[in-house]
């Protein structure tokens, strides 16, 4: 046998010998499950704080709008949407660009659940509505927002909205409080 092939042979049999790295090709195994593992409960948990944190935004921010506070001071769509960022400031400037509001008035509760966004249809960004209502008039405050996905694995399971992205919703139902006297203003944006 030559040499260089007798060498080669003691060398592989000294390498499956040999115990010193076994935890580490051991760990190399297992790493990149793991690590896939983690990223996505950090995801996951993401994705959670966000909604948490929508749901929140949106009831603190439709405050104004139950109260007559909004609609007395002229508000606007883009004025409530900075309202609900300014709850999220954490979000930074993200959060403008994608963030959307649909606000609508309704003659009685039982009219909500015909609402055809109610009923499961998709969103669509170009089908909102902007309609705070007048005293004591019953609204339906929505806003989705547009989260990034980032785990390349988990993004299958997460996505709902176009690519890498879910789209998060927080909805607010009420009646207006009686902020003046005048008549509700009936359904507006259907």
Not at 111 to 131: I, M, Q, V, Y
Not at 158 to 177: C, I, P, Q, W
Request: net charge negative; with cysteine; aromatic share 10%.
């Amino acid at each position: 046998m030559p040499r260089a092939a007798h060498n080669l042979i003691h060398t592989l049999r000294a390498f499956v010998r040999a115990r010193e790295g076994a935890t580490a090709v051991e760990f190399a195994f297992i790493a990149g499950p793991l690590l896939m593992l983690i990223f996505g409960i950090l995801e996951l948990a993401l994705v959670f704080m966000m909604s948490t944190a929508l749901e929140s935004a949106t009831t603190s921010a439709a405050r104004a709008i139950r109260t007559g506070e909004l609609q007395t001071s002229g508000g606007t769509r883009e004025s409530f949407a900075e309202a609900v960022c300014d709850r999220m400031s954490w979000l930074g400037p993200s959060c403008g660009s994608n963030l959307y509001v649909d606000v609508r008035t309704y003659d009685d509760f039982t009219s909500l659940k015909d609402d055809p966004a109610e009923g499961g249809s998709t969103f669509n960004e170009n089908n909102t509505c902007w309609s705070p209502g007048g005293p004591a008039d019953i609204v339906l405050v929505r806003t989705y927002y547009s989260w990034q996905i980032f785990t390349p694995l988990i993004s299958n399971a997460l996505v709902n909205s176009g690519t890498d992205k879910r789209l998060l919703t927080a909805v607010d139902a009420f009646r207006n409080e009686p902020y003046s006297d005048q008549a509700p203003s009936g359904a507006g944006c259907k």
